[in-house]
């Protein structure tokens, strides 16, 4: 609670916070509020400039470019969301088993992680995406999350190995809590801070991920995402003709998004993370 | 003879970043006699580190002087420039030995090159091989093997880099060092080879004072001149070490001789389990004898601020002694 | 411990690295191998079945279809085809481009490779350099210094490589015509050793390198203020201070031991930012693997795809390498055998 006080208080995460919040009613309440076309349908001719119908004007194909704009934040949200869920479970999980086990276990499970983060995760992702023929944006979100766990569970381990040796741990381990009470009891609620960090960075990931896969052509099939409007945007030519409402808005929203996210995370970084505050 | 440093009613506290101030030295007024050890003893947390951070000249955010005289040699200290104080207090009148020495040598630097930079930066005209003699001449003086300046630290031994650090705070023959846990990482055996380094530096008259931090009270016994306890900010009883050792007069003191430390492995800093109940919380210390709610001898009159209470030469902070006279300060 | 390794530390450290990098890599073949194989069905068909809803004569698709059977060797068992497999990638044979038929896929790539490197090493290498001296600074200084700096840094590091390529071409490119939106070098001109094309290649180097560039300064930026920081609260900064050290030689020794792990953030740097340098060079249809890549996703060239993903994965792994070397070499920790892992 006294670290709950002092996150209110810190101008960078509460600054992250609400520009999160505003994207996200944005992209969920827009749709239904914003809006009565879909993000397909052909609502004036090429490249129509920004008006009193089209307050972002159209697209190459005659589509509304704000209606795309809120159903494509919605989508990115949510991959970027079911990626850093998946990448923060599966990293806590084997993090925390390495970190507690020790010997063999840790050793093969750090090894595996080692190797896997030596590999350029976009690799992985490109022949990933490629042979998974329908890609809805779930798939996709599941696929980045499955690249992006190694970071988090070895920053994860590093945190249980030194959270195995505190006193209140050593104390439970002396009066025979077993190993996955310890883990769940002892451990976990000990990195809740930590972890919501390491989740809120995979978030972040998988937002620019899913951005980089669309842009590259490997985005979620019949869906808009941010990606996908930047893909169209590469494709159709839309920066040379100058056609500027047609990808500056997805650029903005983009940046904005992971700006406010990474926001928020410096700023519990500072309160969480005693040895990086500022003493000078 | 004057005193090397004297704080008077000092109040060091540090800001926390919910605004907060941690009173961790709260109203102390002690002073350093040239050519005396001087033992600080009091439980982890009591604010030993503190009270020597700012003895040792060294205080930093977010620790601050609220408020109280800070004088060095009869002068005010806090009125020295930043350069003066660097180059003509720190490591050359006043020196220290840090607590958690084992940290407190740059794992990317060879001792030979912090010597250097040590003494050149108190002196810019000496040479470098000139710096590098007269430690190697320091260390053969006090028995120790000069091939530790060609070593990395991580290549040194717990104790060895305890001494090496206690040679390289004395290099420019400070009047008074501090040292602050010196022996809480070490094992028996090295624990006495550091304390036998510190005399011998009195001995060579290397360096005249000491003041030697501790929260093992029994430990000064062996090297003490003089005893100050401290509890939660304050000092509880101030006199000669046998009065202290033998004959405590405030209840805490009392625990603190009588108290078996129990040691307890993969604990850095062991709790004193012969007084129940912790220590109060630094931000909202209790109004009267801080002591109260865990003194077994607690009456009606504590809760009001003790004042110093004289017993021959020594002074008490308890009411219990209250119709003793005031003590003097000297 | 075996018997070379003693009093050798760095040796020990070396073959170590060598080793999980050498099992890095086969992890990578292999993924590059299998992957691909998790498409439904026959992989071949699946592809030229893809291929043949554009405009491609069935004749060709027919030849196509039998290239492609003999060069995947479906028709063997899955070891032996990983083994025809992993034996061509060792010498160089990566397969038959499918959207430039009959080229093979190493040549393509070869002519591509360079203007990547071109690109991106010197991008992140000033970027490092740069970012590396602002954080420095943005700790030491602290205060307004460090609050513009830093969240200028957060601001340039999350506003994603293409976001920001995409902003520069409109703006530099197309709202005011300053620098060429797109290519390598103008129509007209060939890659050769003259200086009219040097110039020209430069002049469409400018905006691609700066857009990478700012991102990476921004990203370097942040890591070495928080290790910085970190460093500056350090028992043995503050025993220097103690000991009255000055303030210009306690920033020396924070400012080395903070660069020792951004080393490792250069290695890292290869592999993460490569990605979004990438899609940069899409943007700018600059003549490397990156474009190369987008063009071959759109045409589902499976063979140089999968060619492209293994050289992006073989040139990190030897950066990194180098990097570890270096690493080794500059901390003495390591050199003296303190520390295996960093
Ligand atoms: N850097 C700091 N920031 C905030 N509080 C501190 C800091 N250092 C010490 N304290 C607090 O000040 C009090 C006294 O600490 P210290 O002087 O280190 O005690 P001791 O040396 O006797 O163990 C403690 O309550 C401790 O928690
Ligand atoms: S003043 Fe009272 S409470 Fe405090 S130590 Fe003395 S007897 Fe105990
Ligand atoms: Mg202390």
């Known amino acids: 609670m006294e670290l709950l006080r002092i996150l209110l208080r810190s101008n960078r995460f509460m600054a992250g916070f609400w520009i999160v919040t505003a994207v996200l009613a944005f992209a969920l309440l827009g749709p239904t509020l914003l809006t009565d076309v879909g993000p397909f349908q052909r609502v004036g001719g090429l490249f129509n400039p920004p008006s009193r119908d089209a307050l972002l004007g159209t697209d190459n194909f005659g589509r509304d470019v704000f209606t795309q704009l809120m159903y494509g934040t919605r989508t990115s949200l949510y991959i970027g969301l079911v990626a850093g869920f998946v990448a923060t479970f599966i990293g806590v999980t084997i993090g925390t088993l390495a970190g507690y086990a020790s010997g063999v276990i840790e050793e093969a499970l750090m090894g595996v992680t080692n190797v896997l983060i030596t590999i350029p995760p976009i690799v992985v992702l490109i022949l990933l995406s490629v042979a998974v023929d329908a890609r809805t944006a779930t798939t996709m979100g599941i696929i980045i999350g499955v690249t992006a766990w190694p970071w988090t569970a070895r920053a994860v381990r590093a945190q249980t190995s030194s959270l195995r040796t505190r006193e209140h741990v050593a104390i439970a381990r002396i009066s025979g809590v077993g190993s996955l009470e310890m883990m769940l009891v002892e451990i976990l609620p000990y990195m809740f801070s930590y972890i ?6 995979q978030l972040t990931g998988g937002i620019l991920a899913e951005a980089t896969l669309s842009m590259l052509g490997l985005g979620p099939f019949q869906t808009v995402s941010l990606g996908t409007l930047l893909h169209w945007s590469l494709l159709w030519e839309s920066v040379r003709v100058g056609a500027w409402w047609a990808f500056i808005p997805a650029t903005v929203f983009l940046s904005i998004t992971t700006f406010s996210l990474i926001l928020m995370n410096a700023g519990m970084d500072e309160i969480f993370n005693p040895t990086l505050r500022h003493t000078r | 003879m004057p005193n090397v440093v004297e704080v008077e009613g000092l109040e060091a506290y540090y800001r926390t970043p919910a605004g907060d101030d941690i009173k961790a030295v709260d109203g102390v007024s002690l002073a350093v006699r040239e050519g005396e050890v001087l033992g600080i003893a009091g439980e982890s947390g009591c604010g030993k580190t503190t009270l020597a951070q700012v003895l040792g000249l060294t205080v930093q955010k ?36 840090p607590q958690g020495a084992m940290n407190s040598l740059n794992p990317t630097l060879r001792v030979r090159n912090l010597v250097i930079d040590v003494m050149r930066d108190h002196n810019p005209r000496i040479r470098r091989r000139e710096a590098v003699e007269r430690a190697r001449e320091r260390l053969d003086l006090l028995g ?61 008259r290397i360096i005249r004072s000491i003041v030697f931090i501790t929260h093992e009270l029994p430990l000064l016994r062996h090297v003490a001149d003089r005893i100050a306890i401290m509890y939660a900010g304050r000092l509880v009883e101030v006199g000669a070490m046998e009065d202290i050792v033998f004959r405590p007069q405030h209840p805490y003191a009392e625990g603190l001789v009588g108290s078996v430390l129990v040691p307890e492995p993969g604990m850095k800093e062991r709790t004193v389990t012969g007084i129940p109940g912790r220590p109060p919380d630094m931000r909202r210390p209790p109004a009267g004898c801080r002591f109260a709610p ?5 009456f009606d009159l504590c809760d009001r601020d003790p004042r110093p209470f004289g017993i021959d030469g020594r002074e008490v902070w308890c009411w219990l002694h209250r119709d003793q006279p005031n003590a003097e300060r000297p | 411990m075996l018997r070379v390794f003693r009093n050798r ?29 998790l498409i439904p069905g026959n992989p071949v068909s699946v592809i030229v079945g893809q291929m043949s809803a554009g405009a491609v004569e069935s004749a060709t698709l027919e030849r196509l279809y039998t290239a492609f059977m003999r ?39 070869r002519q ?17 350099i740069v970012g590396n001296v602002l954080g420095a600074l943005a700790a030491y200084k602290g205060g307004t210094f460090d609050r513009f700096a830093f969240t200028g840094s957060l601001m340039l590091s999350s506003i994603p490589y293409f976001c920001l390529a995409i902003i520069f071409v409109y703006a530099f490119a197309v709202h005011w015509p300053l620098f060429p939106a797109s290519g390598g070098y103008s129509f007209g001109y060939f890659p050769e050793w003259s200086w009219a094309f040097f110039v020209d290649a430069l002049y469409h180097y400018a905006l691609p390198f700066l857009s990478l560039v700012l991102v990476a300064i921004g990203g370097q930026a942040i890591g070495m203020r928080e290790m910085a920081i970190y460093e500056l609260n350090t028992d043995y900064v503050n025993y220097a201070k103690k000991l009255g050290v000055s303030d210009r030689r306690v920033v020396r020794y924070v400012f080395r031991n903070a660069m020792l792990p951004q080393i490792t953030g250069l290695a890292i740097s290869f592999g993460t930012l490569i990605g979004g340098a990438l899609v940069t060079e899409a943007v700018f249809s600059y003549p490397g693997l990156g474009s190369l890549l987008f063009t071959a996703i759109r045409q589902v060239d499976y063979p140089m795809i999968q060619g492209i993903t293994l050289i992006i994965t073989l040139t990190v792994l030897l950066a990194n390498f180098l990097v570890d070397i270096a690493y080794g070499f500059i901390d003495p920790r390591i050199r003296a055998g303190q520390v295996g892992e960093r």
């Open chain 1, 196 to 201: 919501f960090m390491a989740f809120i960075l």
């Open chain 2, 62 to 97: 977010p620790l601050y002087v609220r408020s109280g005289k800070v004088l060095l040699e009869g002068r005010n200290a806090l009125a020295l420039d930043r350069e003066t104080m660097r180059r003509e207090v720190r490591g050359k009148t006043i020196s220290t030995v």
């Open chain 2, 144 to 204: 120790l093997p000069p091939r530790v300046l060609e070593a990395y630290p991580h290549q040194l031994s717990g104790g060895m880099k305890q001494r090496v650090i206690t040679v390289v705070s004395t290099l420019l023959d400070p009047v008074l060092l501090i040292v602050d846990e010196p022996t809480s990482a070490l094992d028996v055996t090295s624990q006495k080879v550091a304390i036998k380094l510190l005399v011998d530096l009195l001995a060579k």
């Open chain 2, 294 to 298: 865990r003194c077994p001898k607690r």
């Open chain 3, 9 to 37: 530390p760095y040796l020990l450290y070396l073959t170590r690295k060598a080793f999980w990098y050498l099992v890095a890599f086969v992890a990578a073949v292999a993924l590059n191998f299998f992957l691909p194989r």
């Open chain 3, 71 to 109: 060069d995947f060797g479906l028709d063997q068992p899955l070891h032996v085809q990983f083994w025809t497999y992993l034996t061509g990638v060792l010498q160089g044979d990566l397969g038959t481009s499918f959207m430039l038929y009959p080229s093979k896929v190493w040549d393509v790539i």
């Open chain 3, 112 to 128: 591509a490779l360079p203007w990547t490197v071109a690109l991106q090493v010197p991008a992140i290498l000033v970027g490092w």
